[in-house]
């Protein structure tokens, strides 16, 4: 396992990898795996960034995130306007369905539900959401119903996380029951939990995937 300091010079110099973030802004603090992330950012993109770079970072088992976002007051906008912009942004990308998704935004933040046919399609809509000026979060309760109402094929999802270069399959097990995928194991880092629960929702049928992957790193 790293030392703290290890760890926190890579965590450091992960952000400081990133174009859009300013190192300077952020404070990295790190004990026995977990990492406490500081400071102020502009937008709530860069805030979702640090976090990212952060748990892309070999050892790092828990990201307690306390950044604040702070607007110039030239760039604050009335919720309204956000929400206009939003609608706006739903109309423009091709993978969000059309009147499928309903938008409240109180105080610039930004709660979203509905039901959706594909995970994709609400990760879309959050991302979309996430890179505009004046959101200060999202709350994505956004629900799957995928059209395709057999089971779900365990064997399909297992050959494509072996197939991942990132993963060791070996570490991982997949129980299926319906429509609902269970994923548990330890995996290195939590880009690795992040990509094998992606996995697990591009199979056809899946309306839930729960990700009890561990993250447990060892040099």
Same mark, same amino acid.
């Given at each position: 396992m790293k030392s703290n300091e290890v760890l926190q010079k890579?965590?450091? %110099?992960?952000? $400081?990898?990133?174009?859009l973030l300013n190192a300077a802004e952020i404070g990295v603090t790190v004990k026995d795996g977990v990492v406490t992330l500081t400071g102020v950012v502009d937008s709530y993109m860069k805030k979702l960034e640090v976090e990212s770079a952060t748990k892309k970072v070999a050892g790092v088992k828990v990201v307690v995130e306390k950044i604040t976002i702070k607007v110039c007051n030239t760039c604050l906008k009335t919720d309204g306007e956000i929400a206009t912009e939003i609608v706006n942004a739903f109309l423009w990308n091709w993978e969000i369905p059309k009147n499928k998704i309903n938008i409240k935004v109180e105080s610039g933040w930004v709660t979203i539900d509905g039901q959706l046919e594909w995970n994709s399609q609400r990760d879309a809509a959050q991302n979309t959401i996430s890179k505009l000026l004046g959101v200060n979060g999202v709350t994505n309760n956004i629900t799957i119903a995928a059209e395709i109402k057999d089971s779900v094929e365990k064997l399909a999802i297992e050959r494509a996380i072996a197939r991942n270069w990132s993963l060791d399959d070996k570490?991982? &097990?997949?129980?299926? %029951?319906?429509? &609902?995928v269970t994923l548990i194991g330890t995996v290195d880092s939590w880009y690795q939990k992040?990509?094998?629960?992606?996995? *697990?929702?591009? *199979?056809?049928? +899946?309306? +839930?995937?729960?990700? $009890?992957? +561990? +993250?447990?790193?060892?040099?």
């Open positions: 890579d965590v450091q %110099d992960a952000i $400081k990898w990133e174009p570490n991982i &097990k997949v129980n299926v %029951d319906g429509n &609902k992040e990509e094998a629960g992606r996995i *697990a929702w591009n *199979a056809p049928g +899946v309306w +839930v995937v729960d990700n $009890k992957l +561990v +993250v447990d790193y060892f040099d």
